[in-house]
């Protein structure tokens, strides 16, 4: 495939620029291939997160040319032989080094949810309740989610309008919806989506969705099906109505 | 070394080099061409009928869906339905204001309500008009307090009573391509009678996808296998759930159909074009 260009962030959350690099790029190869070869052959010291190598960790969570991607899971060949290759870090969050960025508000969001709660009274068997294959893979849905945090990234409300304190981001509400859904969790989190993880803040653009590398249909069957059940509790006078004569 | 590259906060700052701009285009330039056209039509208050003849009697007919149901009709006009079809009879004084005597202005809010706080085209104004943002990675206008939807846009929690007159009109716009079919009470095929049977087809898989029918018949459950009930909700569910998959695909065509239904009853009213039928 022959020598390619990049242009790659160096630098730090106070000052950085991107610098130029070639690299000889082989049949095959990923963004994070290229950035390892460069950091073998021209930048010893260039900081570079990886793990998995295989799209599972989520560590290698990078922008290339301005889209927030995993390096390992981006072909060279889906560029053109004539076209620079950018690699900037995730804009949502501060720099630590080069392309890597500290992304541990996203652990403290996590930390304001309630957790997994199991209900003691509810059966469907003599054993307790069992879960049948279409409630398993309704929540396994969310569970495939690697915290790659692109999603946080790409979001708006985080990435623009600095409104971290408002929204917990799309990763934690698919994190609600994967515990609100489960048919043996009990506890009570609508309020807390609505007021304190913000689920009004979402205005649908569904970013998120797009650059989720593992096709979590995050707006569909997460924030959505979130934010109409926050219209039961709020906003609906009918659904209000039959909780209060049915104390549902 | 400079600042830090690619981190401002402006109007369209991003270092995306693909033409991003393009969809947003297409949005802007769709929805409008929509928006113009339809109040243009609506404010006609004419030539939304045809059954052979102008003003013709008899069962059966082409009646424009943007003004199905006709509430009342002004006997004046030209390429009306007789007035046996209108619901509360001649055109009331006091809606003397209503511009072009138009019936369309009483139901057009119905519709226009129901695709307005639509989640898929929440998407594409928020992109397209307001620019929150324009395109993935792409700025948006800053606002010092960014409030989403907890502020002035309340009211998109709405969308489910939106939802429910949207589907009467699934029910009579059915009965009207039912009619298409039928002139003075003959039975008979003609292009528009294609036309206004598909168009209930596509706002019935754009209607039945909605987000809010996908929760409210079974999304809202948190079990579908605990009751034989959750598990008829669960195959519903499933239903809305494959239109819902392909809810943008349905939301542009049936817009684009609805208003080329108006056109085709439109331009065969007025004699412009001769409808090819059966009837002849």
């Not at chain 1, 620029?17 to 790029?25: S, T």
Request: aromatic residues 14%; charged residues 20%.
């Amino acid at each position: 495939m022959g020598n390619r260009k990049f242009k790659i962030y160096r630098g730090d959350n106070t000052k950085g620029e991107l610098v130029d690099y070639n690299c000889d790029v082989t049949e095959g190869m990923v963004v994070l291939d290229a950035m390892h070869r460069i950091q073998a052959d021209d930048a010893n010291d260039m900081a570079c997160r990886w793990n998995c190598k295989a799209g599972k960790c989520g560590s290698c969570s990078v922008e290339i040319n301005g889209r927030p991607k995993l390096a390992c899971m981006t072909r060279m060949n889906e560029y053109s032989p004539d076209e620079t290759i950018m690699i900037t870090p995730l804009k949502a969050f501060p720099i630590i080094k080069d392309t890597v960025t500290d992304v541990s508000w996203n652990y403290k969001q996590n930390l304001k949810i309630k957790p997994f709660s199991p209900a003691q009274n509810k059966n469907n068997t003599e054993k307790g309740l069992v879960m049948q294959q279409v409630d398993v893979e309704r929540t396994q849905h969310f569970r495939k989610c690697i915290e790659c945090y692109l999603c946080q990234n790409v979001c708006h409300v985080i990435r623009d309008q600095d409104a971290k304190e408002k929204f917990v981001g799309p990763r934690f509400m698919i994190r609600l919806a994967s515990l609100e859904m489960h048919p043996m969790d009990d506890a009570d989190r609508i309020p807390a989506i609505k007021e304190d993880h913000g689920s009004g803040m979402c205005n649908i653009t569904r970013c998120c969705t797009e650059v989720c590398p593992e096709d979590i249909q995050i707006t569909d069957d997460g924030i959505i099906p979130l934010k109409e059940r926050v219209v039961d509790r709020y906003f609906d006078p009918v659904t209000m109505l039959y909780r209060k004569l049915f104390k549902k | 070394m400079t600042e830090v590259i690619g981190r401002e906060k402006s109007f369209l700052s991003t270092l995306r080099e693909d033409r991003w701009w393009i969809s947003p285009m297409l949005v802007l330039f769709g929805l409008l061409s929509f928006i113009v056209y339809s109040t243009w039509a609506a404010w006609q208050g004419e030539y939304f009928w045809w059954s052979g003849a102008l003003n013709a009697e008899g069962f059966g007919g082409y009646l424009s869906p943007f003004y199905s149901p006709t509430f009342f009709l002004d006997i004046t006009k030209e390429g009306i339905p007789p007035i046996s079809h209108a619901l509360f009879g001649e055109w009331p004084n006091w809606l003397w204001w209503l511009p072009g005597h138009s019936p369309a202005w009483l139901i057009l809010i119905f519709p226009l309500s129901f695709r307005f706080t639509c989640y898929y085209y929440r998407k594409a104004y928020y992109r397209a008009f307001t620019f929150s943002p324009p395109a993935c990675a792409v700025g948006g206008i800053p606002q010092k307090d960014y409030k989403g939807e907890t502020g002035v846009l309340l009211f998109q929690n709405i969308h489910r009573y939106a939802m429910y007159f949207a589907i009467v009109f699934i029910f009579l716009l059915s009965y009207d391509a039912v009619m298409a079919f039928f002139r003075d009470g003959e039975f008979g095929v003609g292009v528009g009678s294609i036309i206004l049977l598909i168009n209930p087809i596509l706002l019935g898989g754009y209607t039945f996808g909605c987000h809010s029918l996908r929760h409210l018949i079974g999304g809202r459950m948190d079990c579908f296998s605990c009751s034989h009930s959750a598990e008829h909700s669960h195959s519903r569910w499933k239903i809305v759930t494959y239109l819902n998959r392909r809810h943008q695909m349905f939301a542009w065509c049936s817009l684009v159909w609805v208003g080329l239904s108006d056109v085709y009853v439109r331009l065969v009213s007025m004699g412009v074009i001769t409808d090819l039928n059966t009837w002849v």
